[in-house]
């Protein structure tokens, strides 16, 4: 069965911090791993994509990792701001011919305090 | 900027009561998806849509469920009787490709509450 597992479940940071969030899956057949910022009671918005071969990418104050060997991917939020404040979710794609199927970790909820 | 919109943003129904939830995807896209989120728990997958017709559906989406795209702009999720096991958040999502870069934009969510 396909799952995405992510720690911590929540963690507070002090603005201007940095914090790690950490996502395992076991999803087959690997298409592309996501991470997804969702503020509460709204829909996820896309922070990165990354397909088997990329290692990083960064998007602003966002750096998300993959390890397509260990299953294993992070999401590092640099000089962290009070907007940040959100549920982080990794998403693992599998594709097929007609749409890409997401399987959803249960997320790091980030607080950010002043 | 072209976005997923949903209507409406939150549903008070009686059980077993008929449910329609309704999304206009982004224009130039071809595949539609819901998803729901039960309050407190991960988002899972309900159904995707293409070329008029499901392409895949979880084991969620029971004969209870049913999708149509009316017209060329409406994306559309029916929940024929509902039950309180139904009270979730439903997203819908679009994409103009599937594959590797196949870039999913959700809607703003419609909270079904089922009393």
């Known amino acids: 069965k396909n799952q995405v597992e992510q720690s911590p479940q929540s963690l507070i940071i002090l603005e201007g911090k940095n914090c790690t969030l950490q996502?395992?899956?076991?999803?087959?057949?690997?298409?592309?791993l996501r991470w997804y910022k969702q503020d509460t009671g709204r829909g996820p918005v896309s922070l990165t994509i990354?397909?088997?071969?990329?290692n990083t990418k960064s998007n602003g104050r966002y750096t998300a990792t993959l390890d397509a060997d260990t299953k294993q991917s992070s999401l590092h939020i640099t000089a962290s701001q009070l907007s940040d404040s959100a549920s982080y979710i990794c998403v693992v794609s599998s594709f097929k011919a007609a749409g890409n199927k997401l399987t959803f970790g249960g997320g790091t909820r980030v607080l950010v305090k002043p | 900027e072209p976005e997923v919109t949903q209507t409406p943003s939150h549903q008070v129904t009686q059980m077993g009561q008929e449910v329609i939830l309704r999304c206009v995807p982004i224009?130039?896209?071809?595949?539609f998806y819901w998803y729901r989120q039960i309050l407190g728990q991960k988002v899972e997958f309900l159904v995707s849509f293409y070329n008029n017709e499901i392409s895949e559906k979880s084991e969620i989406f029971d004969d209870q469920f049913s999708v149509e795209r009316p017209d060329g702009s409406n994306f559309t999720l029916k929940i024929r009787s509902t039950k309180l096991e139904d009270s979730a958040m439903y997203f819908c999502?679009?994409?103009?490709?599937?594959?590797?870069?196949?870039?999913?934009?959700f809607g703003e969510g419609s909270r079904l509450t089922v009393l």
């Open positions: 990354m397909t088997f071969s990329e």
């Open positions: 224009s130039n896209h071809l595949y």
């Open positions: 999502a679009s994409s103009i490709l599937a594959g590797e870069t196949g870039e999913l934009f």
């Open positions: 996502c395992n899956y076991t999803v087959s057949p690997f298409s592309n």
